[in-house]
């Protein structure tokens, strides 16, 4: 199995840590919230031994990559400008660009902005139906009212850092297991009929599986993310939320822009993110060569860490038919 090295990259005026093995094609893979570039270290090895270049930055925020203060240093622009000098910084002019979680609108964004550059995308976990009517964190305090919504529960600078960082070892044991296929959901979760009131913390309601964890989930997984959030504070990665409706106005050049570069996605159908028959019509109106949609069963939101060998199928048949 080829071995990951990790080094530091200058870019965009910050400096990402990054993993990275193999030679190849460039396929760049861009995680997401609360995780770090070991949320793929089951596809690096796979891709790289299958004959691609493969680059997990930790993304600005996280880990010991950079992490700017000011909140509107996390906007849409400054997270797809990091990855476009990242390609850059590696001596290469084009790019495979996949992303989890909030790193699947950054790679969808960068397929958007710079066709140039990224050649294909692929995204686990959050499709793309282009841009929303209205700004959305607005649009999700008009639908939840007086209930909870963790999105807008972020939207409060210090509020969740306190939350989070209190006890990282349960937050991490809690959010992982929490989103993942071992509860029982379809169709995702984001509703707010049955949620808590909006004056609620986050974690309070969630399981904590202690020593019982998944199968896909060890004990030293665990504490891989502990040291990176040790590290780094969970503040960087909640500043990406903060600029949801900052994003939605600075993307308002890209409305009705359509995606035309070979796509993937793929997902899990107990993944706390709502995806159904209509996301999907949605999304296939405006990513015009979506070649295939993988739908995992059992699979949660953690879905490259789920399921590995699926999703390592998916991302070689989808790479090697470029």
Not at 107 to 122: E, G, H, K, T, Y
Request: hydrophobic share 40%; with cysteine; charged share 20%.
């Amino acid at each position: 199995m080829t071995e990951i090295s990790h080094r530091t990259v200058e870019t965009n005026n910050i400096k990402l840590h990054i993993a990275e093995a193999g030679e190849g094609p460039l396929v760049v893979l861009c995680h997401g919230f609360p995780e770090s570039w070991y949320s793929w270290r089951h596809q690096i090895p796979a891709l790289a031994d299958a004959g691609f270049r493969v680059v997990a930055p930790d993304q600005r925020g996280y880990g010991t990559s950079d992490a700017p203060e000011d909140i509107a240093a996390y906007s849409i622009l400054h997270l797809t400008g990091d990855i476009v000098g990242l390609v850059k910084a590696l001596g290469e002019d084009q790019a495979v660009v996949v992303g989890h979680d909030w790193g699947s609108p950054v790679a969808w964004s960068l397929a958007q902005m710079r066709p140039d550059m990224f050649r294909a995308v692929a995204s686990l976990s959050v499709p793309f139906t282009g841009r929303a009517p209205w700004p959305p964190i607005h649009g999700m305090r008009q639908y939840f009212g007086d209930r909870f919504f963790y999105q807008i529960y972020f939207q409060t600078p210090g509020v969740a850092e306190h939350e989070l960082q209190h006890d990282i070892p349960v937050t991490m044991r809690k959010m992982l297991f929490g989103a993942s296929g071992a509860i029982e959901r379809s169709g995702g979760s984001f509703g707010a009929e049955g949620a808590p009131p909006a004056s609620s913390y986050m974690l309070a309601r969630m399981p904590d599986p202690g020593d019982d964890l998944p199968p896909w989930l060890t004990a030293e997984d665990v504490d891989t993310y502990v040291e990176s959030f040790t590290k780094s504070g969970f503040r960087g990665g909640l500043n990406w939320y903060r600029n949801i409706d900052h994003n939605w106005v600075l993307t308002a050049a890209f409305e009705g822009m359509k995606i035309e570069q070979p796509a993937l996605f793929v997902a899990g159908d107990r993944d706390v993110v709502p995806f159904n028959a209509e996301a999907e019509q949605r999304m296939r109106a405006v990513v015009t060569d979506l070649r295939d949609v993988v739908v995992l069963p059992g699979i949660g939101h953690w879905t490259q860490q789920e399921a590995p060998d699926a999703v390592n199928d998916a991302l070689l048949g989808f790479l090697k038919a470029l």
